[in-house]
């Protein structure tokens, strides 16, 4: 088992490193690759060190797995070019998401999707893959009229020159922007790039990646994306309207026999999610469950993940681990 990362010595490469060697991902040969800037570096994994190749060598080496977190561009050049020499790639980027031709997998919910046929596989957005590990169990149960969701996500997302940002405004020092204001002591209603209908990209990629993954277009998706000066995960806060009336009690049980989640709901005791405590965890946690009472058959939650584990890391090797499992590669 030849085992390429692409992006290994950025946020999330760094993270999948250790994750690999958390859950023992049975690997005979790991191929870190990254930029030319970064070749003939070395990387840790399991505590064995590894040398940095650039993309050209690691193709020639036919590597079975290719997990890719090097970007859009990156993904959209190279990732044929793995799969053109066998390679599975399993891709952390936007490029192939919206592909219709390219599954896009949280393994809780639709892994059964894959075949020894799919050669790139998309991963989805980290905050599209937390919402929808809690609320797929409701599609399946009770069907969803609709979800309105804020995000509240951690500057982690953006990548290392974002926590740089930060750290320099906590020091009160200058120093290369991330964001077009201040992030220290803010709030910035702004994910990505903004669209022509007024939305952001990080916005819609919730409303796209929703109904492709739960296979329904109907469902209505209102998303609002906010960057806050957060290290640890993200958080959301979802309404969302079922198509069947549901008591309380089924939810929280529905959820706490649901694969990846975590309840955390006693007001009684002040437990309920937040990244602190989601930092360095794979689950996403589930908590605030309330219904609306405004409004028929509408439930509240709040849901918290870390963005660059299961949000990224974990979730796309999770997939591997569901190929191999199957052995569809």
């Not at 405004?169 to 903004?194: Q, S, T, W």
């Not at 965890?281 to 589930?286: A, G, L, P, R, T």
Request: hydrophobic share 40%; net charge negative.
């Amino acid at each position: 088992m030849k085992l390429a990362v692409i992006g290994a010595t950025g946020m999330v490469g760094e993270v999948m490193l250790q994750i690999l060697s958390e859950r023992n991902f049975p690997y005979t040969e790991l191929i870190p690759v990254a930029s030319e800037r970064s070749v003939g570096k070395k990387v840790d994994c399991g505590g064995n060190s590894h040398e940095v190749v650039g993309l050209e060598t690691a193709v020639s080496m036919q590597p079975d797995v290719a997990l890719f977190s090097a970007g859009g561009s990156t993904s959209l050049e190279w990732a044929p070019r793995f799969a053109g020499v066998g390679t599975v790639v399993i891709d952390n980027s936007s490029a192939w998401r919206m592909d219709p031709s390219k599954k896009l997998i949280i393994p809780e919910i639709n892994a059964n999707q894959l075949t020894s046929a799919d050669k790139i596989i998309a991963n989805p957005n980290c905050s599209t893959i937390q919402m929808l590990v809690a609320l797929a169990p409701f599609q399946e149960h009770y069907g969803i009229e609709r979800i309105v969701v804020s995000t509240y996500q951690s500057i982690t997302g953006t990548g290392v020159k974002a926590v740089q940002q930060l750290e320099n405004e906590y020091k009160e020092e200058k120093g290369e922007m991330a964001y077009p204001y201040p992030i220290h002591r803010n709030a910035l209603p702004h994910c990505d790039v903004f669209m022509d209908n007024g939305y952001t990209k990080e916005e819609m990629k919730l409303v796209n990646e929703t109904h492709k993954i739960l296979n329904d277009s109907s469902i209505g998706v209102s998303a609002t994306a906010i960057r806050i000066p957060v290290v640890g995960g993200h958080s959301e806060s979802i309404n969302v309207q079922l198509k069947k009336d549901f008591d309380l009690e089924a939810i929280r049980k529905l959820l706490n026999d649901s694969p990846g989640v975590v309840v955390q709901d006693n007001p009684e005791t002040n437990t309920y999610p937040m990244p602190i405590y989601a930092a360095g965890k794979n689950e996403v946690f589930v908590g605030r469950i309330r219904r609306d009472e405004s409004q028929d058959k509408t439930l509240n939650l709040w849901v918290v993940a870390d963005n660059l584990r299961k949000g990224a890391a974990t979730n796309t090797i999770q997939i591997a681990e569901y190929l191999l499992q199957k052995n569809l590669i």
